[in-house]
Structure formats: C-alpha cells, structure tokens
C-alpha cells in the first residue's frame, strides 16, 4: 500500500465503545498499542503466556496466571498512548478515524531484536537498548500521545494525585509534569517501548525468567516489523481490555 492510499483495516469488528448504565451513557477507555501480527509466533506466543486472546471472549470464571494478574488484564501489547476515556461522548467513529490517519502518515519499520528481562520489578519483552529520539518507533509513540491527545478527557485532580504517588521521588517532578499535561507520566523522554510479562516482583523470580526466557525463544528468533497500531477498550473499571481495530501503517 503506498503512504498516499486510504489505510486498510482489518476484518476485527469496530465495537461501539458506549455503555449504558442507568439511562446514562458512559465513555470506555481506549487505548492505542502495538501488538506482533496475528500470524506472528510472537502473537500466539504472548497469548499463551497470559492465558487470553483479546480478540475474543474470556470463559465465565477464567482466572489470571498467578505471576500476571495485571497484565492478563490489559493483554499482549506495547503501550503507544495509554488508556484514557474520549473528551466527548458519541465521538468513537471520528476517533478511530484519526487513529487510522495517523497510521496512515507512518510507513511500517522494523523493530529492533526483543529480549526477556527484567524493567522495573516486572518481567517484559524489551529491547536491548532503547530506540533513540529519531527512531521510527519513537516519532510512531511521541505521535500517538502527542497528536491524539485532543481526544481525551481530562482527569479529575484526584486521579492526578493518585497516579501521581505512584511515582519514584528520583523522577516525581519531570513525570508529574508529563502525567498532567498527557494523562501519564511514562512518555516522550521518559517511554519504554515493552510488552509486560508479570507482575511487579513476582514470586519465584528467577525461575519465571527461565521459563519466560524458553517460552519465548523460538517466536523471537522471527525478525518483528510495525504493521499496525491497534486501538483495544476498556468496557468498564477493571474489565479486561478487549482488541477493537488494527490500523495498517503505510507500506515502507
């Protein structure tokens, strides 16, 4: 596909993301990642590794892995803009269509080489150096959370508090600052692209690196490449993040 052509989706239904309560009408959040391709082992891989597929339905009752309870939520990704809920209700179709002109404005790359290791407590793919400033995989995230930001709404002062505590007193000024303008601290200079693989500390540390480490082997040795962004909800507080849309980046 050339950069110039409409961007092309895939055959993953756009679910409307309004939910009623109460004869009100609430706003998801959605979120923009990346995720390998579908036909990538990486994918499946990954999957597996959490126990769910965000593409479908989880079984009444399915339970997270012990050693990833938040990430079995939030499925297999790499964050591009954090969950947020739109400024405006009833906006959802003109969002995903800028979602899908920004990916159209970026032409697919490849990624650099993933590795299993440890990123602040928690178990992640990650590379082994970060992408610099001018990398493709950099100017794709700054663009997601700089350019998509006019969608989303405000959060109130508490919640600023409350994610704002959350931050180490080494970084508190810089990443406060980033929380309040962007909605979340980790961004531009301070982004890690990652996938997440457990939760932070988890029991048994070193054998979950040997196991993530063997689990992983065979799907990392397939080169990677940015296809796609992917737009994935939110339904409501503490729901599991559901895949809503993949959005094809131009042809490089």
Known sequence: ??????????????????????????????????????????????????????????????????????????????????????????????????????????????????????????????????????????????ACVTELDDWRAPMDLAEVERRGSAIPLAQRDEQLALLRRWGYPHVLDHWRFHLTLSDREPAGAPALLARARAHFARALEQPLRAHAIAVCREDAPWAPMRLVQRFELAAG
Not at 55 to 81: S, V
């Open 1 to 142: 596909m050339r950069a110039s052509a409409p961007p092309r989706a895939s055959r993953e239904p756009v679910i409307d993301t309004r939910l009623s309560h109460a004869g009100q009408v609430a706003t998801a959040r959605l979120a923009i990642y990346w995720l390998p391709a579908p036909d990538h082992p990486l994918w499946e891989a990954g999957c597996l590794w959490l126990g769910r597929d965000p593409r479908g339905d989880d079984a009444p009752g399915q339970r997270p892995p012990e050693h990833a309870r938040a990430p079995w939520r939030y499925g297999f990704h790499a964050t591009l803009k954090a969950p947020m809920a739109l400024r405006v209700a009833g906006t959802e179709d003109r969002f995903m269509s800028a979602v899908a002109a920004l990916a159209a404005r970026h032409r697919n790359f490849a990624l650099p080489p993933l590795q299993v290791n440890w990123l602040a407590g928690f178990l992640a793919l990650r590379p082994s150096s970060a992408p610099a400033r001018g990398h493709p995989l950099r100017r794709l995230a700054d």
